[in-house]
């Protein structure tokens, strides 16, 4: 069975703060991809990743940056974190293949102070 | 850039009726995916329909069928005989066929919440 796995479903940290948001797939996927989640806005994409240490920005990438060091990880840094970052985070990964869909792991719900 | 358009934040539907969700996206490409993520309030996103754009014939996935339009730009995902189990955020998004390195990610709607009424 796939799994996309957050480090987090609950987050709280402090205005200025650096987080760290983790996302590990276990499907082998080449495709990860960083969202938000805002009421009435849908998902919009941050970053995304097609291959290790390969990275893209997505609409909205701006107070945040990505890390993706090994195939199975990507990281969502916010590198000083501030009241409007306050959302749902969604990671999701793809295989390289054409018609498959995302994957979603089960988000993490940060809350900035 | 592709954008997809969800007209309904809310539907409302009675327990074993049938309710009809619309989307509508926009885009120069010929060929794409379609498909319906439902997020119950686990906020776990679940597959609910995928829909190729070259196959003509709509999808159907059990209670759930997809009217797709290419012409008009529609993809509108129908539930027949819903379920408490329905109630949930639905969202329609898009993804373009890539060749060679870099991926599009999907580009979603803001999302139509499904009541269910008992």
């Known amino acids: 069975d796939v799994k996309v796995t957050q480090s987090s479903r609950y987050l709280v940290k402090r205005t200025g703060e650096k987080v760290f948001l983790e996302c590990v797939q276990d499907?082998?996927?080449?495709?990860m991809f960083w969202y938000r989640q805002d009421p009435g806005l849908g998902l919009r994409l941050i970053y995304f990743s097609y291959d290790v240490k390969m990275k893209e920005k997505g609409d909205i990438p701006e107070g945040y940056s990505v890390s993706r060091e090994k195939k199975e990880r990507f990281s969502l840094i916010l590198e000083s974190a501030s009241t409007n970052q306050t959302s749902m985070y969604l990671c999701?990964?793809?295989?390289?293949?054409?018609?498959?869909?995302?994957?979603f792991g089960q988000g993490t719900r940060l809350t900035v102070v | 850039a592709q954008t997809v358009t969800q007209s309904q934040p809310e539907m409302s539907v009675q327990e074993a009726e049938t309710v009809t969700l619309s989307c509508t996206y926009d885009t120069s490409e010929s060929d794409y995916y379609l498909f319906w993520y439902k997020q119950p309030p686990s906020r776990q996103m679940i597959l609910v329909i995928r829909q190729e754009a070259y196959k003509q014939q709509n999808a159907t996935e059990n209670r759930f069928s997809v009217n797709f339009q290419k012409a008009a730009k529609s993809f509108s995902l129908k539930i027949s005989d819903s379920q408490l189990g329905d109630a949930a955020m639905y969202f329609c998004a898009y993804r373009p066929t890539v060749s060679g390195g870099g991926a599009d990610g999907l580009t979603f709607g803001k999302g139509t919440h499904l009541i269910i009424q008992p």
């Open positions: 499907m082998d996927h080449e495709n």
């Open positions: 999701a990964s793809m295989p390289g293949q054409l018609n498959t869909e995302a994957f």
